[in-house]
């Protein structure tokens, strides 16, 4: 009894010490399934910022016991919505997409001049919430908002919502009560009550203007929503353009409030653009890892290769989630591990098309809708065939094209071209895929005769041939060679984003075809360059091309 009583007082004199001199401790909560844990991690392993140097816009994690889930952005690809598992924030694998078609319309499946380009599904927020998993995102072709549920994120039998309204860059919230609402928006900050389910808005339920994100002095237009309850306090975490910040283009802000309709009040959280541009780092999620430590998983712009994820600590200042070190973004940043070290994610992977099934591996993903009947991985085992199912102007417009991320700082896409099937006015080949488009493939021409070649295509429907050599025989290998913009060592900056096109009669000798194709990252797109295999018809449909295998490697510049 009397060594009860002696930890009672110890408490309350703990309590009343911090009470009194203001200590400030890091809350210990964040997220129903953020429990902690009896975790014992055998190493403490440092990692190199980007996490993963590709394009993954808009990360939101969480963590639900020891795993730590991770959804992101990918537009008009399909799958989409991927969905990626940790165990100690660092090491990701992706596991799996919340859908495999999300609508079958005009846009999604490229009929006529439609498409979703720039558009498709946006920012998605994942949560967590009494035995079940939630994705929200919207889909700005299709007007629409969209909740994905599932017991089990990583075998799911997904149930689906559908709104006829944009939820632009929402965060999906629960209440204590377990009410879900919808926290969304630029500028101005709207919540919205759902149905307990979310299977609907919930009629007479809160519906209004939350804020405006000019609380934060010298920003503007703030958006990409993280909403979290914390310690009985209300977090909104965005990004904004900063306005009286010098050399840097935007900033990581955040919003609480002491109830969850206000009144809000703001403050910048990290501003920095670790050397590269004016790009900031922000935009993401934060999370409590089991120790109580927190970290933010943001992104960043990096040119041409798209929009890169950083991993930050998070520091509680006077109740606000302070990121980086000092004000400063880390390059190098340490967590708790039961890995012995730490080893980059990649989202590239060789391919030599082996399949019994028509299920191709996680890596790839379709530009827009494909159309499964002219797409094979079994009709010719050990290829993956393109045939043509309609004519079309260029490869914008093309069904079937095949899909992966590039990386950084330097990485080289080698395919090797079955050509035999191709009808005149047939194109195949590889390229890199952005408004800008370098190319490097097959043309057949009236007479029957082929041609390797080297063009550029952009939205417009425009091609520039710029070199082009006959091809004897039916087979060819193509590589693209990628150089992305980069920070050095010493603080100095590559700034070029460039590509060179290749080809090869027996995969060891190669001719270029090209003097050097700048890349540019376009709003039109949205998403950073990927290598696409690609066959389309300008003259008549059923035309195939295969491809024998699919090689990447990745290197320093």
Not at 292 to 299: I, Q, R, S
Not at 484 to 489: A, G, L
Request: with cysteine; glycine share 10%; proline share 4%.
């Amino acid at each position: 009894m009397q060594i009860k009583r002696l930890i009672v007082l110890l408490i309350c004199l703990s309590l009343s010490f911090t009470a009194l001199f203001g200590c400030d401790k890091a809350p210990t909560h964040s997220l129903p399934g953020d429990e902690e844990l009896d975790v014992s991690y055998a190493n403490k392993i440092t990692a190199e910022n980007p996490l993963i140097w590709s394009d993954v816009p808009d990360p939101d994690v969480i963590r639900v016991g020891d795993t730590y889930y991770m959804v992101s952005t990918t537009m008009y690809y399909t799958p989409g919505v991927p969905i990626m598992r940790s165990y100690d924030l660092v090491n990701w694998e992706l596991i799996g997409y919340v859908y495999d078609t999300l609508e079958d319309s005009p846009q999604t499946e490229l009929f006529g001049d439609s498409h979703a380009y720039g558009k498709g599904s946006w920012a998605a927020s994942i949560r967590y919430h009494e035995g079940m998993f939630y994705v929200l995102f919207c889909a700005w072709d299709q007007g629409k908002s969209y909740i994905y549920k599932t017991e089990d994120i990583e075998n799911p039998e997904w149930t689906r919502y559908v709104f006829d309204r944009v939820f632009h860059d929402a965060s999906l919230f629960f209440e204590d009560d377990g009410t879900p609402y919808v926290v969304y928006g630029v500028g101005d900050v709207y919540i919205i009550e759902l149905e307990k389910d979310c299977s609907s808005v919930k009629p007479g339920g809160v519906d209004q203007l939350l804020f405006n994100t000019g609380l934060a002095e010298g920003l503007s237009g703030a958006e990409g929503m993280h909403f979290y309850k914390i310690d009985g306090r209300y977090y909104g975490t965005m990004i904004s353009y900063a306005t009286n910040v010098p050399g840097v283009a935007r900033c990581e802000t955040c919003y609480r409030a002491d109830s969850l309709l206000g009144p809000y009040e703001g403050k910048v959280v990290l501003c920095d653009t670790m050397g590269y541009y004016g790009n900031g780092v922000a935009q993401g999620g934060i999370v409590m890892t089991p120790e109580g430590d927190w970290y933010a998983l943001l992104f960043q712009d990096h040119g041409a290769v798209g929009r890169i994820p950083n991993l930050q600590p998070v520091t509680w200042e006077d109740g606000w989630p302070m990121m980086g070190e000092d004000g400063k973004a880390v390059v190098n940043v340490t967590v708790d591990s039961n890995q012995s070290e730490w080893s980059e994610t990649t989202l590239m992977s060789d391919d030599e098309f082996d399949y019994s099934e028509n299920k191709l591996r996680l890596e790839w993903q379709f530009n827009h809708n494909p159309d499964n009947s002219y797409w094979s991985v079994t009709e010719r085992p050990g290829y993956y065939r393109i045939t043509t199912s309609k004519t079309v102007s260029d490869i914008f417009h093309a069904r079937n094209t095949l899909t992966q991320r590039m990386e950084g700082p330097a990485s080289t896409a080698e395919v090797l071209l079955d050509v035999s099937g191709l009808n005149p006015g047939d194109y195949a080949g590889i390229s890199a895929f952005q408004t800008n488009t370098g190319m490097v493939g097959v043309y057949v021409r009236e007479d029957g005769s082929k041609m390797v070649y080297f063009a550029k295509q952009n939205r417009n429907g425009e091609q520039e041939i710029r070199q082009e050599e006959s091809l004897e025989g039916d087979t060819v290998y193509l590589k693209i060679e990628y150089l992305f913009s980069t920070v050095n060592e010493d603080g100095s900056m590559t700034t070029e984003d460039n590509a060179k096109f290749y080809y090869s009669l027996d995969g060891e000798s190669w001719t270029k075809l090209s003097k050097g194709f700048s890349m540019t990252y376009d709003l039109d797109l949205f998403t950073g360059y990927r290598t696409a295999l690609y066959c389309y018809s300008t003259a008549s449909a059923g035309g195939h091309a295969d491809f024998d295998y699919y090689r990447v490697t990745k290197s320093e510049r």
